[in-house]
């Protein structure tokens, strides 16, 4: 609290040299050239030297989709991730530590960048955004109601990040260099050109990000161990990353004829990350025996991620348009790990168990994915009035991925495959999809968007080694999609919405994979795994900027990643997705912006409610019925003309998954911006968690008992826990709109007035 007391002092301590200015400057050559000019007369004409109109962005904008977050209008997002913009959004809830994205207290999200679909497992999706430089992300798109045209993947809804475009005409651009500090050193820079000569715009941007991080987690507890007996355990671990990542994108859009477009774009993202694991463990078996695991991992993951697009648009006729998209998905992920461990009882002595070569005083883990995507798309609008539109439109795409994983263990001076953890998958998928969509207008107050979609996938995975077939999937739906408003003022409107969505299990998910967690338990994958169907409404006002919204969604089948289960002659614990029966969600989401005075803004996003869901794969079925919410606020500060500060920050209340139960915790981050004169670009510093909030919390066995009847704690810690994450940053514009120095001042002074 008292760091949070400080900031107030020192933000109430600037605002007071700032609250007599005004955000726009008719003179920038200060006060004191400012009184120089001649008074006498008050009709002598005088000229303004320079003109500096800013218009800012909301944070958050709300639509009928969902929500709109515009990345640039927040001081913190320089130099920040694209995963660390998102945790900051509303609604969103990322775990770190099993690599999920919730939105508004729900799994099952599908991410989109520029509206093609991410077709990777969850993990490297995260893994991904947190390598991607939030400097080159124009805004991002929370969608719980996405229209017809989008995927129907993703229960929860789409999350889709639109990268930054520059429509006028010149040569422009931008950079940026940042350096920071928490557990460990931070530091990268962006370089952003784009040339438009009114015909062609070339476009194109580099980015490099450094962090050297931290995570720790404490865990204890009791159950009843296939290896051990009823036992009862107290673990520590600590994990240092040191990653590296590089992104580029390069494209164009042409203007071949008056009505006829052309588009394309390359993107590539690489990155290395090295982890050190220290684990330490200790088990107690009744009555009195003790054992003791000391283990040390170290990794290495470097994954290359390349998307090449082309996309061509025709306007037939005025009101009437024809577009053709391609994209390819090229991405690979090699994971090896070594893994030095001993596991001695209260004597020292080593010990072992029978038949089972992981408690090797050595294993080597091995890890890599290899996915291809291809996707095809048409779309076709006509406008038959102002008040009548027709879209509809045919998708396929084919995913070919292969996974090969399994540990060696050093036994009797050799390495030796745990013919157990070894596997090749192969997964091919194809989905074919279809849509229309009508978009009537009835009066000038009501708009009605009604459609359908539907898609038909077939999944088949398949071991790569003997070509045995593991699982093959064919799923048809149908997924109508229904959005009504409805004017009832000026700056009032009511909004009602109903689609229907799925959640398709990953091929990670449904692969019989082994990965080495620990000595007692492997991580695996579910071949029996049910996608998950959704069925989601929506009723919302809007007023004045304010918005209101209930949101009731039902899903069948939901999948929890995590769950602890027995295999059939072994004795280690199996960890691995289950799904649950349902799970019901009632949820208010309220927005509200205030403006306090011309220097002082702020917005407030509340999201919570009622949560209901039943476990099946336990010891005997459950229920759990909750209420949730998570508060999201942004505070933007006008200190003087060139000054601007900002204070952000989140908070999620308990929630619980299966049988999980993990407190609450939040996040508070303060930022302060400083605009150079001359246009010398900016400087930017924050501080990212300031009170020391990234700490979970999780209690496993709260709600019913797995098959272990395991009882326990884990206690997460992120890296700003020990220290919060500083950083400066630098950033510049550069270049002209290519319009001569008489047109834009006629624009300027048109402005004006």
């Known amino acids: 609290m008292k760091h949070f007391l400080l900031i107030l002092s020192l933000l109430s301590a600037l605002s007071r040299n700032g609250t007599g200015q005004v955000r726009g400057q008719a ?70 530590r099993n690599n999920t994205i919730s939105l508004n207290g729900k799994a099952g999200i ?51 990040i639109v990268m930054k475009k520059i429509k006028r005409q010149g040569t422009t651009g931008a950079f940026s260099l940042y350096g920071g500090y928490g557990w460990g050193e931070k530091g990268g820079g962006s ?62 859009e042409t203007r071949l004829r008056p009505r006829l477009s052309l588009g394309a774009s390359l993107s590539y993202n690489n990155s290395t990350t090295s982890t050190i694991t220290n684990n330490l463990g200790k088990y107690t078996l009744l009555p009195d025996s003790v054992l003791v695991y000391n283990g040390d991992i170290h990794g290495r993951s470097h994954w290359d991620n390349l998307i090449a697009s082309l996309t061509a648009e025709k306007e037939i ?31 020292g002595e080593t010990v072992g168990i029978t038949g089972d070569s992981l408690f090797a005083s050595a294993n080597k883990g091995y890890s890599s994915t290899a996915i291809g995507v291809g996707v095809a798309k048409v779309d076709y609008s006509v406008s038959f009035s102002d008040k009548v539109r027709f879209e509809a439109g045919v998708k396929g795409d084919y995913t070919s991925s292969t996974s090969r994983s399994g540990i060696e263990s050093w036994i009797n001076g050799a390495w030796v495959t745990n013919a ?15 849509y229309g969509s009508w978009h009537i207008a009835g009066g000038e107050k009501t708009t009605l968007d009604i459609g359908a979609r539907y898609e038909y996938s077939r999944t088949r995975l398949n071991d790569a080694g003997t070509g045995e077939s593991i699982a093959d999937r064919r799923l048809g739906e149908w997924f109508p999609n229904l959005l009504l408003t409805r004017k009832v003022g000026e700056h009032s409107e009511w909004q009602l919405s109903f689609t229907r969505r799925i959640t398709r299990p990953s091929y990670r998910a449904l692969s019989s994979f082994i990965s080495y967690n620990d000595p007692l338990s492997v991580i695996t994958g579910n071949p029996l795994l049910k996608p998950t169907l959704t069925n989601n409404g929506k009723i919302g006002y809007l007023s004045h900027g304010y918005s209101f919204s209930l949101l009731f969604s039902r899903d069948d089948d939901p999948i929890f990643g995590w769950a602890l289960t027995p295999q059939a002659g072994s004795q280690l614990v199996y960890i691995r997705p289950e799904n649950l029966a349902f799970q019901h969600n009632l949820t208010l989401e309220v927005n509200l912006p ?15 409610g009622w949560r209901q869901y039943r476990v099946t794969y336990t010891q005997a079925p459950a229920e759990k019925t909750w209420f949730g919410y998570s508060v999201n606020f942004h505070e933007n500060l006008k200190l003087s003309t060139r000054l601007s500060a900002e204070v952000s920050g989140w908070y999620n209340s308990t929630s619980y998954e299966a049988t999980v139960r993990t407190k609450g915790n939040g996040e508070l981050n303060v930022g302060i911006k400083k605009e150079l004169n001359k246009n010398r670009g900016s400087l930017q510093f924050s501080a990212t968690d300031v009170l020391r909030g990234m700490n979970y919390k999780s209690y496993i066995g709260v709600v019913g008992k797995d098959a272990f009847d395991t009882r326990s704690y884990v206690n997460w810690n992120e890296e700003s826990r020990q220290f919060p994450i500083l950083k400066l940053t630098y950033t510049r514009s550069f270049g002209s709109d290519g319009k001569p120095k008489a047109e834009r001042a006629g624009e300027e002074k048109s402005r004006i007035k």
């Open 594 to 608: 205030f403006t306090v005075t011309s220097w002082w803004d702020m917005s407030y996003t509340l999201s919570g």
């Open 317 to 347: 006729r005025k009101g009437e348009k024809l577009s053709i998209g391609f994209d390819w998905l090229d991405y690979t992920n090699n994971r090896p790990s070594t893994v030095l461990g001993s596991f001695v009882d209260s004597h």
């Open 110 to 160: 599908t991410v989109m960048i520029d509206g093609k679909v991410m077709h990777m497992p969850e993990e490297e999706v995260m893994q991904l955004l947190n390598g991607m430089s939030a400097d080159n992300i124009d805004k991002i798109e929370l969608l719980s109601a996405p229209p017809s045209r989008y995927d129907a993947s993703g229960s929860a809804g789409v999350i889709n």
């Open 27 to 96: 003179d920038t050559a200060g006060p004191s050239r400012a009184r120089q000019q001649d008074t006498t007369s008050p009709m002598r004409a005088r000229q303004l030297r320079e003109v500096i109109v800013r218009s800012a962005k909301p944070s958050v904008q709300q639509s009928i989709a969902g929500m709109v977050v515009n990345v640039q209008s927040s001081i913190l997002n320089k130099g920040s991730s694209v995963l660390e913009v998102l945790e900051r959004s509303p609604g969103v809830q990322l775990d770190h």
């Open 191 to 252: 370089f952003s050109l784009d040339h438009n000569n009114g015909r062609t715009d070339w476009y194109g941007s580099y980015s490099f990000m450094h962090d050297h991080s931290l995570t720790s987690f404490v865990a204890g507890g009791t159950n009843l161990n296939p290896a051990l007996g009823e036992s009862s355990f107290d673990f520590g671990n600590a994990t240092s990353y040191m990653s590296n990542v590089h992104n580029a994108l390069a494209g164009f």
């Open 420 to 434: 157990a953890s070894a596997n090749a998958i192969r997964m091919r998928e194809g989905i074919a999809a279809g």
